[in-house]
């Protein structure tokens, strides 16, 4: 910090609706370096307002994809915004022309071998450029008698109308 001009570091808000742990954890280390955090809780239709207004200048989001399918995420998260469905979670301001290219390149190959060569290119293209800063990726684990057929959906949700008997 001190060679980037911020000797005695410097102040920022890191805004949240959700993710109290993580807020907290990401307080933590960057005050290790002389950033100086204040967590700030809103509420979640305020909160998305306010990133949707572009208010806000650090904070703190979830994103994932319920289908399983990370075009999901490249659509909604990294693609430019404009066209309907593009861009939706997209709050930062970041664009990238060849990027929204290979998306669309990725999102017209039904061939799956062509296909998921396509997506994980754009989503290298996406980290590169430092779109986003994953901090870390959430995994569920369940645990259930072996008398119960489950099985896990690519949405991540457990709905009690979908466990069987197991044979």
């Known amino acids: 910090l001190a060679a980037a ?3 005695d570091g ?3 808000v890191l805004h949240r609706s959700g993710f109290g742990g993580a807020a907290a954890e990401v307080k933590a280390q ?3 370096i002389g950033i100086r955090v204040a967590l700030e809780q809103m509420p979640g239709p305020a909160f998305f307002s306010a990133l949707a ?3 806000l200048s650090f904070w703190i989001v979830a994103d994932g994809s ?6 999901e995420v490249l659509l909604g998260a990294f693609h430019s915004p404009g066209a309907p469905g593009k861009g ?5 301001g970041y664009a990238n022309p060849a990027l929204d290219r290979k998306i669309g390149e990725a999102r017209r190959e039904l061939e799956p071998d062509r296909r998921l060569p396509l997506l994980r290119e754009a989503l290298r293209e996406a980290l590169a450029d430092e779109a986003w800063i994953p901090l870390y990726f959430a995994r569920d684990s369940r ?3 072996r008398t119960i057929d489950f ?3 690519a949405d991540g949700l457990l709905r009690l109308a979908e466990l069987r008997p197991a044979r």
Not at 66 to 71: H, I, K, R, V
């Open 53 to 55: 207004e572009r208010k």
């Open 143 to 145: 645990v259930g008698r």
């Open 10 to 12: 410097f102040d920022v």
């Open 30 to 32: 960057l005050e290790t």
């Open 88 to 92: 939706v979670d997209h709050y930062g």
């Open 5 to 7: 001009g911020y000797p």
């Open 151 to 153: 099985r896990p959906r």
């Open 66 to 71: 319920l289908t399983g399918d990370a075009l």
